[in-house]
């Protein structure tokens, strides 16, 4: 069966850095499109950003975009979100997600089929 396991959260101050990863099996992982999404207490999952199967082609939320880099190696089916200049509202657990959207619906976590259990992230003070 799929698996994929995120790691790399924790505590870190407003306008640091951390570093997340995600390990997949059980798949054909560079068939995949891999998506980063987040969920806050209270708050619904939300798109974050995710990398295509083909091309390595990356789209962001508005929010994060010049500070949340997306990058992927096939070789190791691992895919990395890092991130910069962390805010507080960045706070959430961070889930790695994979499907095969079409390129109209990469934000729409629909079209991810399997994902991991997640891993905090804390902006603080």
């Known amino acids: 069966q799929v698996q994929l396991v995120e790691s790399g959260g924790g505590l870190v101050q407003p306008g640091g850095s951390l570093r997340l990863s995600c390990v997949a099996s059980g798949l054909t992982f560079s068939r995949y499109t891999m998506g980063w999404f987040r969920q806050a207490p209270g708050k619904e999952r939300e798109f974050v950003g995710v990398?295509?199967?083909?091309?390595?082609?990356?789209y962001y939320a508005d929010s994060v975009k010049g500070r949340f880099t997306i990058s992927r190696d096939n070789a190791n089916n691992m895919v990395y979100l890092q991130m910069n200049i962390l805010k507080p509202e960045d706070t959430a657990v961070y889930y790695c997600?994979?499907?095969?959207?079409?390129?109209?619906?990469?934000?729409?976590?629909?079209?991810?089929?399997?994902w991991g259990l997640g891993t905090q992230v804390t902006v603080s003070s």
């Open positions: 990398i295509r199967s083909s091309g390595g082609a990356t």
């Open positions: 997600e994979a499907g095969t959207p079409v390129l109209s619906t990469v934000r729409d976590s629909s079209m991810y089929h399997h």
